[in-house]
């Protein structure tokens, strides 16, 4: 079935399922699940909405924050993690860092991150974002550095991820992304 939108959509009818209405991504097509008892009035109605909903939903993942927000949501993570004490004047994406996830200038208090964040889990571009605000902080990777940037509590599962993407992808993880073993 095709839907309205040019989506491939599956409506799967369960017997088991007795009033909840769902809908997720699978693959390539859009597949709803309704109960068996559901009527084709119903159906009609239902169907239509819950696509739409798996549409927005990838949409709000799709489409990253714009500087504006990337600055906010900056001043928000040093609030939070760094007592506010981090406060960059621009917080912004670029598409040339193919080798860093993000980069910080602290004597013009600029913030840089790569696109490649863009279609990461929000947890680990805050990670990102946390690691380029503590360099505000402390410009070098020394054990103050880590002891602001470990304020955010994802520090080693973000840091697990982007060793991982780096891994799946053939690239070398960035210099300076995890701590150095204590001696």
């Excluded at 949409?59 to 760094?82: F, K, V």
């Amino acid at each position: 079935m095709s839907g309205t939108t040019g989506e491939q959509v599956e409506v799967r009818r369960s017997r088991r399922r007795r009033r909840t209405v769902s809908a997720r991504r699978d693959g390539e097509k859009i597949l709803v699940l309704i109960p068996a008892s559901m009527s084709e009035a119903d159906e009609q109605l239902w169907v239509p909405k819950m696509v739409q909903r798996v549409l927005r939903a990838e949409q709000r993942r799709r489409t990253p924050p714009g500087e504006e927000d990337l600055m906010a949501w900056a001043t928000r993570l040093s609030d939070r993690y760094l007592g506010g004490l981090a406060q960059p004047d621009s917080v912004r994406w670029v598409d040339n860092q193919s080798s860093r996830w993000g980069s910080c200038t602290p004597g013009e208090r600029t913030i840089r991150l790569s696109t490649r964040l863009q279609q990461m889990p929000r947890w680990v571009v805050e990670y990102v974002l946390v690691h380029e605000l503590a360099h505000l902080l402390e410009p070098g990777h020394d054990a103050r550095f880590w002891a602001w940037v470990r304020h955010y509590p994802l520090t080693g599962k973000a840091q697990g991820y982007l060793l991982g993407w780096s891994a799946a992808h053939g690239v070398e993880p960035p210099p300076g992304e995890t701590e150095p073993e204590p001696e």
